[in-house]
């Protein structure tokens, strides 16, 4: 009998060793998948942007609406804002954001500005009133009061939205698109309506040149 029992007991130590060893392998299979998950993942950035309050998230290659709307913000105050005294300072600072496919002609045109606010010696002033973001295109508006002071004091204010497409490559923020325009943000419902509205006024003239 004690032999019996001994026989039972060394099996069960065996099964259950045996049941440790499928245990501790699964276990250290699962710690690899898990760690090897961790190295593959994306690093992510939160940062406080000083342009908003709320808290804007950065990966290698995307960001966050509030980061994009934050660079928007800032780009906006920076173009917005020019006088024949920093002119050249706002230049240096776009230069590095734009991206090769709009950086040329951008950089003719910034000078061909600098130059004519030099020449007229005009100052620039821009109060931005709303920032958004839209989903569909990726596009940033920043939406405000632009102001022309010339050598005179005489002043020019209207409404202006600066627009951009802002990416991010290996962590920094490029510049792939930008456009500046009196009036309203050109959101695509706006465009739309716009297209609609201009269809229908040339139906109508084309309605009156059959009569």
């Known amino acids: 009998m004690k032999l019996e029992k001994l026989q039972?007991?060394?099996?069960?130590?065996?099964?259950?060793?045996?049941v440790h060893r499928?245990?501790?392998?699964i276990l250290a299979l699962a710690l690899l998948i898990a760690v090897m998950g961790m190295m593959a993942k994306d690093e992510v950035v939160v940062l406080?942007?000083?342009?908003?309050?709320?808290?804007a998230e950065i990966g290698p290659n995307w960001a966050s609406d509030t980061y994009k709307k934050s660079w928007g913000l800032y780009l906006a105050t920076l173009m917005g804002n020019v006088t024949p005294?920093?002119?050249?300072?706002?230049?240096?600072a776009l230069d590095p954001l734009l991206s090769a496919a709009i950086y040329q002609q951008t950089i003719d045109l910034i000078d061909t500005q600098i130059a004519q606010i030099r020449r007229d010696r005009v100052t620039l002033s821009f109060e931005p009133q709303s920032v958004s973001y839209e989903t569909e295109t990726g596009k940033v508006f920043v939406t405000g009061y632009s102001k022309i002071v010339g050598p005179t004091g005489n002043e020019n204010r209207d409404k202006r939205t600066y627009e951009y497409e802002i990416n991010v490559t290996n962590y920094r923020p490029v510049l792939d698109y930008l456009d500046t325009y009196g009036g309203d943000a050109k959101t695509t419902d706006v465009v739309e309506k716009e297209e609609v509205r201009e269809q229908r006024r040339l139906e109508k003239e084309r309605e009156r040149a059959g009569e």
């Open 8 to 18: 039972k007991t060394f099996d069960g130590v065996l099964a259950e060793n045996k």
């Open 22 to 25: 499928y245990g501790n392998a």
């Open 48 to 55: 406080q942007p000083p342009t908003l309050t709320e808290e």
């Open 85 to 92: 005294g920093n002119a050249d300072i706002v230049k240096k």
